[in-house]
C-alpha cells in the first residue's frame, strides 16, 4: 500500500514467475499429474489473492480502486488507431515464436514434451526446461492479470477468472497437444483471436455470457475428440503398416523366394 503504481507492476510480474516457479518445481520433482498440481495451485493463489485483498481493506471479491490515470492508460491508450493491448500481445508473441524456435531452451522444450526420456539422454535438464516453462508461464499470467486491471482500472482477487476456459480452448484449437510436443505460438494467437470474434458475435446476438460459456466448453471437448479419433486413426494406419512390413518380411515376397534361373 502507498507504493508506486509501477514498482508494484513489477512485483506483481516477480508474484506470477514465482508462483509458475512453485508449479514447476512441483511438476518436475513429483509424479503427481501437472493438471492435478496446478489445479490445487490455483485454489491456493486464489485464497492468498483474497486474503491479500483483504488485509487492503477490500472485502470478500470487491476491488480495490483508485489507480492512476497513468496506468490504465496501458490497456485503455491507443499508438495511433492500434490499442496498447494488441500492441502488448503482438510483441510477447512475436518473442515467445523466436524463443521458440530460435533457441536452444525452445527446442528442448519441444522435445521434453514428445520424450522426456530421450531428452535426458541427450543430455538436456529435463527438470530445469519444466521449471522455465512454467515461470515463463506464470510470467506471462501475471502480465495478463496486470492488463486486466489496468483496463478496468480496479484490482480484483477474481480476476480474469472466466478467462481460463477460452485460454484452454485457444491453446487446443491452435495446435497445441495437451500431452505436449507440439503447438505453435502463432497458431494459438490465430485461435484467439476467432474466439474473441466468436464471441463477440454471439454477444451481439443475444447470447448470454453464461451460454457463450457453454457453447466455448462444447467447442473445447468437439476439438479434443477430434483430435483424438486422428491421433488414434493415424496410429492405427501405422500399424497396419507395420503389420503388412512384418508379414512380407516373413514371407520373403516374390522378388525374395523366387531363384535365379539357369
Do not use: C, W
Request: hydrophobic content about 55%; glycine content about 14%.
Amino acid at each position: 500500500a502507498g507504493a508506486d503504481i509501477f514498482v508494484a507492476l513489477l512485483v506483481a510480474l516477480l508474484v506470477g514467475a514465482l508462483a509458475g516457479a512453485f508449479n514447476g518445481a512441483l511438476v518436475a520433482n513429483t509424479d503427481i499429474q501437472p493438471l492435478v498440481i496446478t489445479l490445487g495451485t490455483l485454489f491456493l493463489f486464489s485464497g492468498i489473492a483474497t486474503g491479500v485483498a483483504g488485509s487492503l481493506g477490500a472485502s470478500g471479491y470487491e476491488g480495490i480502486s483508485g489507480l492512476p490515470r497513468s496506468f490504465a492508460n496501458i490497456a485503455n491508450g491507443t499508438l495511433g488507431p492500434v490499442p496498447n493491448p494488441l500492441l502488448i500481445v503482438l510483441a510477447v508473441a512475436a518473442l515467445l515464436i523466436v524463443v521458440l524456435h530460435q533457441t536452444r531452451f525452445g527446442r528442448a522444450l519441444y522435445l521434453v514434451g514428445v520424450n522426456a526420456e530421450a531428452a535426458r539422454f541427450s543430455a538436456i535438464s529435463v527438470k530445469a526446461v519444466i521449471v522455465l516453462a512454467y515461470t515463463l508461464s506464470g510470467l506471462g499470467a501475471g502480465l495478463a492479470g496486470a492488463l486486466l486491471t489496468s483496463y478496468f482500472s480496479s484490482a480484483r482477487s477474481d480476476l480474469g477468472g472466466d478467462t481460463l476456459l477460452p485460454a484452454l480452448t485457444a491453446v487446443v484449437l491452435g495446435g497445441a497437444s495437451i500431452q505436449g510436443g507440439s503447438g505453435t505460438v502463432l497458431g494459438t494467437l490465430l485461435a484467439s483471436l476467432v474466439l474473441g470474434v466468436l464471441k463477440q458475435g454471439l454477444l451481439a446476438l443475444g447470447v448470454t455470457s453464461d451460454q457463450s460459456q457453454v457453447m466455448i466448453g462444447l467447442l473445447l471437448i468437439s476439438v479434443v475428440t477430434i483430435k483424438s479419433l486422428v491421433m488414434f486413426a493415424n496410429r492405427y494406419r501405422l500399424n497396419q503398416r507395420a503389420l503388412r512390413l512384418r508379414d512380407l518380411s516373413k514371407g520373403g515376397g516374390p522378388a525374395l523366394t523366387s531363384k535365379p534361373q539357369a
